[in-house]
Structure formats: C-alpha cells, structure tokens
C-alpha cells in the first residue's frame, strides 16, 4: 500500500510499454502515425472514439490497447453486461499528465499534491491526517482511472478499510452492534479530522448520536461521563467484558478511585458489585445512587428484621448511612466510629 510500489507498478507498465513502442516503432509499416497515436496517448489526449461519456465502459486504455492488431482479441459469443463506469474527467480527458510525470525514472507526480491542484485540500487544517491519505496514497482506496464504484473507490463499505485493518470484531466475546450491523463510516472519515481516531465527531458526540440518553444532564452526574469520556471505560468496537467495558465493573473503578476494599477488615457482602447501587452514568440522587438511603437498603433488607435489631431502638429519623458506611467496616456490621461507642 505505499506509493513507491505504485510508482514501480507504474514505472514497470510504462517501461514496459515504451520497449513495445519502440519494437513498434522500429517494425515497418507503422512508423509514424503510431508514434504519435502512443504520445498522445501520454501526454495530450486520448486517441480516437469512444470519450466523451462518463457512462461508456473501457475508456482510453481498452481504446489504445484496441489500437495493437498484433493482439488477437478473443471476444465471447455474448458481448458480457457494461456496467457503468465512472471515469475521472482529467483521465476522460486524457490530461494524463496531471498525475503522470514521464516515461522513465520517478514516473509519478507527487501526491497528494497533484490531486489538490484540483481537489480542495482536505489534509490542511486537521490534527488528525488518515495515514495513506498522507504519504499520498490515494489509490490504495481511489482508482484513479475509473471505477465502478461512486466515488472513484477500489471497494465500498467496510471492506475497503478492511483490506488494512484488522476487523475488531473477530475474536470478540461481546460486540458493539453499532459495529456489526453499522459502517465504520458511520462514526470514522477516511481522509482527516480534528478528533482523535479520525471521528467524524468528539468522542461524547459519537456516542450521544444513538446513546443520547446516557448522555443527557440530570442531577447528579458522573464526571467523566460529564467530560464526554466515555472510553475510560468503554471499547468503541468490541470487548471480553459485558457492556463493552474497558474492564470488568469493580477493577474499571479502581482506575480512578482509592481501593476500599484493600485494607478492609469487614466487607459489605454485595460491595463487588458497585453498579448494584450505583448508576455508572447519572443518577436523581446524590453519589450517584440508582436509590435514595433507605429505599435502596430496604430492597435486600427486611424491615421487620431490621425492627428486631437491638441497635436500632430508638434510632429515630437517622438515615441508615449516618451509623452504616455502605462499604467497609472494622466489625461485621460495618458501624462507623461515631456509631459504635452507643
Ligand atoms: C488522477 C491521476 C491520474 C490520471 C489523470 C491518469 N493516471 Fe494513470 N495512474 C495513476 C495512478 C495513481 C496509477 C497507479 C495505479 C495503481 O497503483 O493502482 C496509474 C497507473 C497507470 C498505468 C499503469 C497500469 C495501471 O492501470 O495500473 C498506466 C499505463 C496509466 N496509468 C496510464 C494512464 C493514461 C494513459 C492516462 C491518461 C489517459 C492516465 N494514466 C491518467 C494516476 C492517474
Ligand atoms: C483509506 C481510503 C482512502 C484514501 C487513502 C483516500 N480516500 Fe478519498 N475517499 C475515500 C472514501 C471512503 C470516500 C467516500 C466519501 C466519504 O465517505 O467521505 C472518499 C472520497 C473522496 C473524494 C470525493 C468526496 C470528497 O470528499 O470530496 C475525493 C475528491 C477524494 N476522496 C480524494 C482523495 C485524495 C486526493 C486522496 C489522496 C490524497 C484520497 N482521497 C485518499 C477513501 C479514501
Ligand atoms: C485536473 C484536475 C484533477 C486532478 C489533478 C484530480 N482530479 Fe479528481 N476529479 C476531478 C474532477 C473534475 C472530478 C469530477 C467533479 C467532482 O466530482 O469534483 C473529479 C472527481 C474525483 C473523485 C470522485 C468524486 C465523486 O463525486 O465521485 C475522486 C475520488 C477523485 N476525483 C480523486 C482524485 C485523486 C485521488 C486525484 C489524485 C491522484 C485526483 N482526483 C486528481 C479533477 C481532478
Ligand atoms: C491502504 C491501507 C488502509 C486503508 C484502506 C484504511 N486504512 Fe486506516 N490506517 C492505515 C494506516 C497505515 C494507519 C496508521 C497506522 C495504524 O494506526 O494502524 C491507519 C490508521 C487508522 C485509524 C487511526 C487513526 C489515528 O490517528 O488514530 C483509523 C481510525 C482508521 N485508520 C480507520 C480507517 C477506516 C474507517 C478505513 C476505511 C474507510 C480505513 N482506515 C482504511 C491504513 C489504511
Ligand atoms: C460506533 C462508532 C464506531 C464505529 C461504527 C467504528 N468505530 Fe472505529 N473507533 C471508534 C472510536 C470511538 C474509536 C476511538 C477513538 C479515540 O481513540 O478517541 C475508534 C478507533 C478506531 C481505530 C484506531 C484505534 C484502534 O482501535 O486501533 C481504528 C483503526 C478503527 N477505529 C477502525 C474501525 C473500523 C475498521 C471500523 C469498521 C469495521 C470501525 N472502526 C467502526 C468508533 C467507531
Ligand atoms: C450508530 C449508532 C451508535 C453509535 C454511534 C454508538 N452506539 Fe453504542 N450501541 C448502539 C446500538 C444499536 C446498541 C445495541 C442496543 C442498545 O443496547 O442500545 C449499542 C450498545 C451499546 C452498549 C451496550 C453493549 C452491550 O453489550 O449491551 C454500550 C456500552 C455502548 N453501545 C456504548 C457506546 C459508546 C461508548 C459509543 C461511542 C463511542 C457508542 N456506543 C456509539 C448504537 C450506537
Ligand atoms: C465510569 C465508567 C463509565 C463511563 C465514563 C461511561 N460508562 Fe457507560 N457503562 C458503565 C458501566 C459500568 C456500565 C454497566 C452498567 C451496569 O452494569 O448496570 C455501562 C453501561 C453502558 C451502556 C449499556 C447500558 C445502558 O445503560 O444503556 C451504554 C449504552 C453506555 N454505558 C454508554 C456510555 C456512554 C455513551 C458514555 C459516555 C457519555 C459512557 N457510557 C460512559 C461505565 C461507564
Ligand atoms: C475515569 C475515572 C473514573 C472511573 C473509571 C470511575 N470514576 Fe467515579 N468519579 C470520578 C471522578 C473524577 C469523580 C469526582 C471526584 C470524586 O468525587 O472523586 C467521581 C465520583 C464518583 C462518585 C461520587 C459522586 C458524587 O456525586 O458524590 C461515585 C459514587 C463514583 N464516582 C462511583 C464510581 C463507580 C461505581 C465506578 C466504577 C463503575 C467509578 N466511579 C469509576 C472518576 C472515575
Ligand atoms: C450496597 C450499596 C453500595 C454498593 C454495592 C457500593 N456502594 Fe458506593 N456508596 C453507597 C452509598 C449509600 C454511598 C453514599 C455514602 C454516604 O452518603 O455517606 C456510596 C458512596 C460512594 C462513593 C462516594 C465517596 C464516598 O466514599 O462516600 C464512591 C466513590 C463509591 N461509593 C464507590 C463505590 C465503588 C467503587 C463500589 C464498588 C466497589 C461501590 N461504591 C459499591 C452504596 C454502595
Ligand atoms: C443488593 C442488595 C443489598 C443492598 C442494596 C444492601 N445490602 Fe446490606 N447486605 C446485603 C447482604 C446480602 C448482606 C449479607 C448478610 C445478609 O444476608 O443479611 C448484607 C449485610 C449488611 C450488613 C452487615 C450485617 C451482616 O450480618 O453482615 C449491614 C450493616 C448492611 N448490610 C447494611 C446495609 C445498608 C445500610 C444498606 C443501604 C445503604 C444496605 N445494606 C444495602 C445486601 C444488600
Ligand atoms: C442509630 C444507628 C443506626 C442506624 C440509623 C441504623 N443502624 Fe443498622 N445497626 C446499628 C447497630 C448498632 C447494629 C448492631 C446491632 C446489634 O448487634 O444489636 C446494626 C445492625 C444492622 C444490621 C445487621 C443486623 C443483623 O441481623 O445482624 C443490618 C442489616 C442493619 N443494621 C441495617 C440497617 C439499615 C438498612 C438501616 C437503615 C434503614 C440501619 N441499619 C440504620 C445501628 C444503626
């Protein structure tokens, strides 16, 4: 996929070529009307026929290939179905030198500068520039010729990135649908863009195309979701982990907060599983809890247990956290300090 191969393709058909004129040249009959049918077919024009129709299949090569009657040319019996062909208009127009430089030597013009001497440049004024589009490599996505697809490309969809890039679902347990069943055009450009990962959009736009409720302000929001960052703790295309998190959920918060459960003598039996309580996203109520103290207590425990319960005599309006911490304790029933001495 680098432009020196291209350039040696090139430099290799045009040599190759030029040893044909030249035999051509040198055998009788046809010495100069050939000669001029194969310069003008570099460098002025294309010779005789069929242009003019950006829906006409072959175009000037098939017209100068057609123009060798030492070639037999098998034909079939049923002329196959022309597709239409798109042509670029300076190949239509045999202004092969636009890209071709000569005939010998570096055969090529120097992209992506050629190209943008009709093309608005694309490249200037991004941060983020698509490798091959870069180093000049328009043709390993464009046929500079003609192609049958929109857009000049050598493959549509997800193939063409495919031809260089891993395909990040194979091998993945869990997979972003919006990867399986969408584009990665969807959320990529080919060329550059201001976003890292060449996004079409921030990473928090992206996501809020189709996720916009995740997204939304409410109450009380987790900072790094307020910041957009949502790949702190999710992949973009696929993951070992459920949710396509980063991480499986109770390691993923240790990424940013102190380790509790560390040095803790005593644990709260379901505190591995912090989304039990916690909404990872947003919540209506402070810590981002999926439940205000004590409803989200009461939904594992019983009231009538919780009445029996000696040190709860007389505990009045207190909140359940204000004589709990919902974590870690020094004793099994998690009393914090101010609690236990009573
Ligand atoms: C917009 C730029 C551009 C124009 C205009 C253009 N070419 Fe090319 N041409 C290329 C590039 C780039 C390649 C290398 C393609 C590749 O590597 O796949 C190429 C390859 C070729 C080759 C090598 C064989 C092949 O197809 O890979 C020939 C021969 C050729 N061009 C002839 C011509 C002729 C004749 C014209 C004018 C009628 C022309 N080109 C116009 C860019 C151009
Ligand atoms: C990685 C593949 C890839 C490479 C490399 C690439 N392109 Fe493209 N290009 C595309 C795709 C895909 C489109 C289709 C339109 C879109 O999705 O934006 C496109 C569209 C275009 C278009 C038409 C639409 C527009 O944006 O104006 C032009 C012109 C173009 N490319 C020029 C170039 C030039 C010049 C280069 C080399 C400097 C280049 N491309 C390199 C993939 C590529
Ligand atoms: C001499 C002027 C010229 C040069 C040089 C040129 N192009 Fe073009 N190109 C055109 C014109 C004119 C069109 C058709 C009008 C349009 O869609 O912009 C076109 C169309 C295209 C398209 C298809 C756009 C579509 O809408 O389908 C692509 C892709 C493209 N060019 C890529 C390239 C690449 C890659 C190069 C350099 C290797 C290049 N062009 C060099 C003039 C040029
Ligand atoms: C001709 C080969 C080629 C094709 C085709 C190609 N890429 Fe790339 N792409 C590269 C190379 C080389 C890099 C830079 C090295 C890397 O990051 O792997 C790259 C990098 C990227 C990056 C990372 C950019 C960054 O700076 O973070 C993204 C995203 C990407 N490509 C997406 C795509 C998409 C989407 C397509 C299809 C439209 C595509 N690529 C087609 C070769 C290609
Ligand atoms: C739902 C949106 C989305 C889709 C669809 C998508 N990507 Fe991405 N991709 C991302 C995001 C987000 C990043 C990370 C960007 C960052 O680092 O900020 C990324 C990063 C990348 C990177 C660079 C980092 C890496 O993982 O290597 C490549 C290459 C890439 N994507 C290729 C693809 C290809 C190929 C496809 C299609 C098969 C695709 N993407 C589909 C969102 C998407
Ligand atoms: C083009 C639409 C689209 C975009 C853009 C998109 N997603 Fe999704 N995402 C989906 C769909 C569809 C699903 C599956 C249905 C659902 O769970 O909503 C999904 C599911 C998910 C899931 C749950 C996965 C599971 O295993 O249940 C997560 C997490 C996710 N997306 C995160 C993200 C992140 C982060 C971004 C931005 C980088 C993003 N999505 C961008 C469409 C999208
Ligand atoms: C602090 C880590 C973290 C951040 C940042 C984060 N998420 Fe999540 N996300 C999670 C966790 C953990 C889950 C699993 C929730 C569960 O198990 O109940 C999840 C689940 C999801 C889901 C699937 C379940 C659902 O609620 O629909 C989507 C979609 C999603 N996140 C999108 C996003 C988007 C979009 C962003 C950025 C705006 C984002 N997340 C930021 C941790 C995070
Ligand atoms: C990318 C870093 C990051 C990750 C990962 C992360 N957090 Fe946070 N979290 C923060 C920041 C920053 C704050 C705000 C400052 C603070 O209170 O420490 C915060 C605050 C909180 C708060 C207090 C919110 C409030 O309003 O008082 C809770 C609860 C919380 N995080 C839970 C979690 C849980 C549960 C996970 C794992 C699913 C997690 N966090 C993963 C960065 C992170
Ligand atoms: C049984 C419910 C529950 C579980 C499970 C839980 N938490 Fe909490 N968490 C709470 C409650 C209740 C608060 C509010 C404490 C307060 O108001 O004093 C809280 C507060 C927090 C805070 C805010 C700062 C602080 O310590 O007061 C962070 C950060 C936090 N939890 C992280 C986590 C992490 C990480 C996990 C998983 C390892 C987790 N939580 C599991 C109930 C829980
Ligand atoms: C998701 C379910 C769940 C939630 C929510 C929950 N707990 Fe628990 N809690 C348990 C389980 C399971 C145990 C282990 C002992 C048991 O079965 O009662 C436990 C044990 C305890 C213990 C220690 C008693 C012992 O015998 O080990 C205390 C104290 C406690 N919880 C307080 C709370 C408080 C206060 C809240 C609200 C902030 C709360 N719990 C929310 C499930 C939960
Ligand atoms: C005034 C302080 C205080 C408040 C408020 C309080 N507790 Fe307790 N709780 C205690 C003490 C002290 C114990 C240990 C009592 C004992 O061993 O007799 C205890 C024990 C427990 C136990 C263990 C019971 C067992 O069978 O071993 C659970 C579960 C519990 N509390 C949950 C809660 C919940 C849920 C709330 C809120 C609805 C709450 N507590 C409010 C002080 C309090």
């Not at 034909?75 to 208009?89: E, L, M, Y």
């Not at 999710?234 to 459960?261: I, M, Q, R, T, Y």
């Not at 029996?308 to 207190?318: C, F, I, L, R, T």
Request: charged share 20%; hydrophobic share 30%.
């Amino acid at each position: 996929m680098s432009q020196p191969r291209h350039n040696r393709r090139i430099g290799w058909s045009l040599m190759v070529l030029a040893v044909v004129v030249a035999i051509v040249l040198l055998t009788d009959g046809c010495a100069t009307t050939t000669k001029h049918q194969w310069l003008n077919f570099f460098f002025d024009g294309v010779p005789g026929g069929n242009q003019g129709t950006n829906a006409a299949a072959g175009g000037p090569a098939t017209n100068a290939i057609a123009g060798d009657e030492n070639e037999p040319v098998r034909r079939p019996a049923q002329p196959p179905p022309q597709p239409a062909v798109f042509s670029h208009p300076p190949y239509l127009e045999g202004k092969c030198a636009v890209c071709h430089e000569s005939l010998y030597g570096e055969t090529m013009k120097k992209f992506p500068d050629a190209c943008f001497a009709c093309h608005k440049d694309f490249l200037t004024g991004n941060k983020v520039k698509h490798q091959p589009v870069e180093d000049g490599e328009c043709a390993s996505c464009h046929s500079p010729h003609d192609s049958l697809n929109t857009n000049l490309l050598v493959k549509t969809g997800n193939t063409l990135c495919l031809t260089c890039h891993d395909d990040p679902l194979v091998g993945a347990k869990f997979k972003h649908e919006a990867v399986e069943l969408g584009d990665c055009a969807d959320c990529h450009t080919p060329h550059a863009s201001n976003f890292k990962g060449l996004l079409q959009k921030s990473v928090k736009n992206t996501c809020a195309s189709c996720h916009a409720d995740i997204v939304a302000k409410k109450k009380d929001v987790h900072q790094p979701v307020d910041d957009g960052d949502c790949l702190a703790c999710h992949k973009p295309h696929a993951s070992a982990n459920k949710n396509l998190l980063v991480k499986g959920s109770e390691a993923l918060c240790w990424d940013c907060h102190d380790n509790f459960l560390e040095k803790a003598k005593f644990t709260h039996d379901v505190v591995d599983d912090c989304t039990s309580c916690h909404d990872p996203h947003h919540s209506d109520n402070n810590a981002l809890l999926k439940k205000a103290v004590p409803a989200l207590c009461l939904d594992c425990h019983d009231q009538k247990d919780l009445a029996a319960v000696k040190g709860h005599a007389g505990m009045g309006d207190k909140s359940c956290t204000d004589c709990h911490d919902p974590h870690v304790g020094t004793d099994v029933n998690l009393l914090k300090p101010s609690a236990k001495s009573k």
